[in-house]
């Protein structure tokens, strides 16, 4: 079993829709979860963090965890092409070291 | 602040050669960190510092891999005898502390091993 599961997409979704991504962790210790957008060809941008279970908004972006399932997901409003991209979920494992550790990513379309 | 810097963009190498690649990380992060990339796949983490001490290195490091961070700032990743293998991206990423609001990215180094 991989540490960090995402479906590897694409998923498309219409102009102004929500876009849901979802990822599993396999490691209860873990602590600290990320998710970061790769457009193609360019590097990780961080744009959401989440530690504690339950709901965090940031404008467009809701990130949700669920520790008991191990699951954290990252929601998109009002999706818009620009938003087409690779999102990366990653986690850190309290007592793992300092690393973080990445799924493959799923990719998103945003469809006019 | 300029974020973190990658240098060179680009490498093509002939196999067998060796190739160096630097990172300037945020001048105020003490953490710093190199990841390893190919398609399809996320950031793979290599090793990481904190100042100039290098405190865990994947097993995916083989021998021919090495790194240094001698005066806590910039780092080097050096790649000895490179294998077609070797082709990825090459990420460095630097966090304040232990990263709680996550790491930033460097724009990476492409590597082409022909």
């Known amino acids: 079993q991989k540490e960090v599961e995402q479906n590897s997409g694409p998923l498309s979704v219409p102009e102004g829709a929500i876009a849901s991504l979802n990822c599993t962790y396999s490691d209860r210790g873990s602590q600290s979860f990320f998710w970061y957008r790769q457009y193609s060809g360019k590097s990780p941008e961080l744009i959401m963090s989440i530690y504690s279970n339950g709901d965090k908004e940031d404008g467009r972006f809701t990130a949700q965890l669920n520790k008991a399932s191990q699951y954290v997901s990252l929601l998109i409003r009002d999706s818009q092409p620009s938003d087409s991209a690779t999102y990366l979920c990653a986690v850190k494992v309290t007592g793992g070291g300092n690393k973080l550790t990445f799924g493959t990513g799923t990719q998103l379309k945003v469809e006019l | 602040d300029t974020g973190v810097s990658q240098d060179p963009r680009h490498k093509i190498t002939k196999r067998g050669q060796n190739v160096t690649f630097r990172c300037d990380p945020i001048?105020?992060?003490?953490?710093l960190y190199w990841y390893r990339q190919t398609l399809g796949q996320g950031p793979e983490f290599l090793t990481y510092f904190q100042n100039e001490a290098q405190l865990e290195k994947s097993r995916l490091l083989s021998d021919r891999f090495s790194a240094e961070r001698p005066k806590g700032s910039f780092s080097t990743l050096e790649i000895q005898r490179t294998e077609q293998g070797d082709s990825a991206m090459y990420l460095c990423a630097s966090s304040y502390g232990q990263g709680l609001d996550g790491y930033t990215f460097g724009s990476g180094t492409r590597l082409t091993v022909v």
């Open positions: 001048s105020e992060h003490n953490r």
